[in-house]
């Protein structure tokens, strides 16, 4: 017989193929998932790269931003940064807003003061009462642009007066969109925009104030902004400035971006290795089914190519109506992302087709569906028609020189399909090494169970005896079984490892028990004023001051060749100290919370040459030493001193930390105020309390600000969970998988329990006793399987929390072990559930089929 065409082997096919997807829905829904997880993350991933870059200049409020702590830019700093291009010079603070009407009630705020050029890029809008909006542009004179918690807070609106430090200012509007609210980053309070002309007349800054001087330039077209800020940097070396471009215009959430982009990959490429085990189960279960229908084809003279072509069709067709599928719920699910993550990520509303993203998608499920579908297919190719027929009693293997190379081509392009569009190749390239290193593991882990069960002692009761045969006996998908269970327990310890460490970093992160207030900018010699203050609105407050001051490292390391920052080409991520300036405080003690481990603390009223204590982290990321030198810059000038000692920080504390320390000799001298924290009685945290307390703040010491902890605190846990709600959704797509390939496992098992369940009921064997050997074979199974899984997916989970997030390693052992057990359930329930339906099956109906 010549061999088939594609034409009749397309009819063949068309014929033999279910249109329910009998047979193949294992491989339909492994493929569903892991196209859903690839076209949703890739789509994701995509469109926020696309928005970063096309708002970047919008986001960032210029194509290159200029920020000095404590102090204006000087004539000549000025002068380079203008000469550019056209700028937007404003400041930024914390402030009190106070209402003048009623009992007077006050808001801790973000002062924003802009100049007439705000904003540079992008649209600003107020809102109307009845939620129109109108375009806008910066403030004129004594009117503000007050956002709406501001005006919830202090019940006023458009016309109403408020006071900020000396000046009384109109309220204009409310603010609508603030084109370059992300890239100002986190906000301590709601925001209210003024003029720089209401800035200077409210008496707030002045030199050594905790402000914000940002300078944002647009920049002629071609311009680059690296080389603009390159030729400031190499102007003004020691001048402490903070940099940014429309390429980085929110660092923190690039950061951000970048590692959930690592984690959102690693779920898709998870999907995927766990889908190619379901598919291979699935197709495995598939042609088991048409065992009898391929020896008939080949008895009739098929050959192996034509059995290979026929049943290869029925699989591409099926894959690729699942992968459609799958391809339609990743567009649809890209939204509810989105939406998930509204406020944290800059993605728009609305459905996103990336067609790259989607052809990836594509082809990747094609060409694993394909490649794990190859090792049955070339079984049944391979076997003549009597070795088919007596595959029940003589299992078919084939030589692994037969699968090398479709095997390998395919999991070759597998690999070049997920690293090369990878925006992390390296991350990509070592999660598929890790998998199949993770496969590797459980195949040998299968193999040795196999041997071992074959050499222990024989137990003395029945069942016992008979289900650890059934692990060794010939024909036994023992390795089969271990992979694929071993895969999805794994997955599911990861889940519940991941997700309770994320729970653990939100309570331990985001303490319930903080400082009720933070205030900056009180004066040093109004101290006791402060304190006084307080003190007559809440008796039992405790208040705590240190000397607050702002700067930045310069440089750093061994006196005789110090590293400088700005020969610095990239910073590494733990390297944050040296991003942009950092809080310094002095002191002649240790700081509260603080313990020295290396070196000693200066003594009282030292005289000495400059010193500074620095956080012991550095140790590692900067490589510093005792008798090191660090130099900053401090309000414009550089100032050294030498490292006395290493302290381990309560960073947890949410109280005053300060990775630099210094002698009070080194730093105090500059010009510069107090920050405080007030933490409150809890019989004195009542609103009455709290207003009382912010409306004599804002009346006796205008120039300084509050920080509200409390709300702070709330939108932090309302962003880390909406992460942690977005991480749980990404991963379930796995776990999903998971399930699948569970259920797949434990089904394509069926058919070679059905044929020993019937000669053990011929034998005489109750349906009692078959299902005690099915328990007692997944038992001893899962047992095993189930500390395998704990070891290896507590592993993985530390890896991507700890590796991947960069948070503490803080798991919940009780819900991770409710998980296993869950899963460990489900095995049994699972394993049940299969038997059942062989057990129903008459024994002379099916010895007639076999």
């Known amino acids: 017989m010549t061999r088939l065409s594609w034409r009749l082997a397309w009819r063949i096919a068309r014929r033999g193929l279910d249109w329910r997807f009998r047979g193949l829905r294992l491989l339909a829904a492994c493929l569903v998932l892991g196209a859903a997880a690839l076209a949703a993350i890739g789509t994701l991933t995509g469109a926020i790269d696309r928005e970063l870059t096309a708002r970047g200049a919008t986001m960032l409020g210029g194509d290159a931003e200029f920020t000095v702590a404590a102090r204006p830019a000087s004539p000549r700093e000025y002068a380079a940064i203008a000469h550019a291009g056209r700028v937007s010079a404003g400041v930024r603070m914390q402030a009190m807003a106070q209402t003048l009407r009623g009992d007077g009630g006050a808001v801790p705020i973000e002062l924003k003061a802009v100049d007439a050029h705000w904003p540079l890029y992008g649209t600003f809008t107020l809102t109307a009462p009845d939620g129109t909006t109108r375009q806008a542009g910066a403030p004129v004179g004594h009117n503000a642009w007050i956002a709406p918690g501001v005006a919830d807070r202090l019940g006023v609106a458009v016309g109403d007066h408020l006071r900020i430090g000396a000046a009384d200012l109109v309220i204009g509007g409310v603010i609508g969109d603030e084109p370059d609210r992300l890239g100002e980053g986190f906000a301590l309070g709601p925001t209210v925009i003024i003029s720089a002309e209401a800035l200077r007349d409210s008496g707030l800054v002045s030199t050594g104030t905790m402000a914000r001087w940002k300078y944002r330039v647009a920049l002629p077209q071609g311009a680059a902004p690296q080389d603009t800020i390159a030729a400031f940097k190499a102007a003004f070396p020691a001048s402490g400035f903070e940099f940014r471009d429309r390429t980085r215009a929110a660092p923190g959430l690039d950061r951000f971006v970048s590692r959930m982009g690592q984690f959102l990959a690693l779920v898709a490429l998870a999907a995927l290795a766990i889908a190619g085990i379901g598919i291979g189960n699935g197709v495995t279960g598939f042609l088991e089914a048409r065992r009898g229908t391929i020896a008939t084809l080949k008895i009739l003279g098929a050959t192996g190519a034509d059995i290979a072509r026929v049943f290869t069709l029925q699989i591409v067709i099926a894959s690729v109506i699942a992968i459609a599928l799958g391809l339609v719920l990743g567009i649809a699910a890209t939204p509810l992302i989105g939406l998930a993550l509204r406020g944290v990520l800059p993605i728009s509303a609305g459905l996103v087709i990336d067609p790259l993203a989607l052809g990836t998608a594509a082809a990747q499920g094609l060409l694993i569906a394909l490649t794990f579908a190859a090792p049955p297919l070339l079984r049944a190719r391979a076997w003549p028609a009597m070795a088919l027929l007596r595959a029940q009693i003589v299992p078919l293997g084939l030589p692994w020189r037969a699968l090398a190379l479709p095997v390998g081509a395919g ?223 401090l309000l414009g000038a550089e100032r050294s001193a030498t490292i006395a000692s290493f302290r381990r920080i309560d960073w947890d504390s949410f109280g005053f930390n300060y990775v630099m320390v210094f002698s009070p000799n080194a730093i105090a001298d500059a010009p510069h105020n107090l920050a405080a924290t007030v933490e409150l009685p809890g019989a004195d945290r009542t609103p009455a309390v709290r207003r009382a307390i912010l409306s004599s703040l804002v009346r006796a010491l205008p120039a300084s600000s509050v920080i509200e902890v409390g709300p702070v605190l709330g939108q932090a846990r309302a962003i880390l969970a909406q992460v942690g709600v977005a991480v749980l959704a990404a991963a379930s797509v796995a776990v999903l998988a998971g399930l699948a390939v569970l259920a797949g496992a434990i089904a394509a098992q069926r058919a070679s329990r059905q ?96």
């Open 411 to 633: 999991l070759a392009g597998i690999v070049a399909l997920a690293v090369l569009p990878a925006s992390q190749p390296l991350l990509a390239l070592g999660f598929l090494g890790g998998s199949a290193a993770l496969f590797g593991v459980l195949g040998l882990l299968g193999w040795g169970l196999t041997r071992l069960a074959a050499h222990v002692p024989r137990p003395k009761g029945t069942i016992a005896r008979m289900a650890l045969a059934n692990l060794h006996r010939p024909g036994a998908q023992t390795p089969a079984l271990v992979v694929a269970l071993g895969f999805a327990l794994s997955a599911f310890v990861v889940l519940a490892g991941v997700e309770t460490s994320l729970d653990g970093n939100i309570a331990r992160r985001v303490p319930a028990r903080a400082p009720d207030y933070f205030v900056l900018d009180v004066p040093r010699d109004s101290e006791a004023t402060f304190r006084t203050l307080v003190a007559h609105n809440a008796p039992g407050a405790t208040v705590r001051t240190v000397p607050a001051l702002r700067g930045s490292i310069l440089a750093y390391g061994a006196p005789a060749h110090m590293t400088r920052v700005a020969d610095l080409k990239t910073i590494p991520d733990d390297a944050w100290v040296l991003r942009g300036d950092r809080g310094l405080t002095y002191a002649d003690s240790v700081p509260q919370g603080n313990v020295v481990t290396q070196g000693h603390w200066w003594p009282r009223d030292y005289r000495g040459p400059p010193l500074v204590s620095v956080d012991e982290s550095l140790i590692k990321t900067l490589g510093l030493h005792l008798g090191d030198r660090i130099t900053i810059s």
């Open 755 to 850: 044929y020993d369940t019937v000669i053990l009921r011929v034998l005489g064997a109750s349906g009692r006793q078959l299902l005690a050997l099915v328990l007692a074979e997944y038992g001893l199974l899962s047992a095993i399987l189930g500390l395998v899984a704990l070891g290896l997916g507590t592993a993985i989970a530390w890896a991507v929390v700890v590796r991947l997030f960069d948070f503490a390693w803080l798991p919940d052992w009780g819900s991770i072990a409710g998980v296993l057990a869950l899963g460990l359930a489900l095995v049994m329930a699972l394993a049940l559930g299969g038997s059942l339906a062989v057990l129903r099956t008459r024994p002379a109906r099916t010895l007639r089929e076999l």
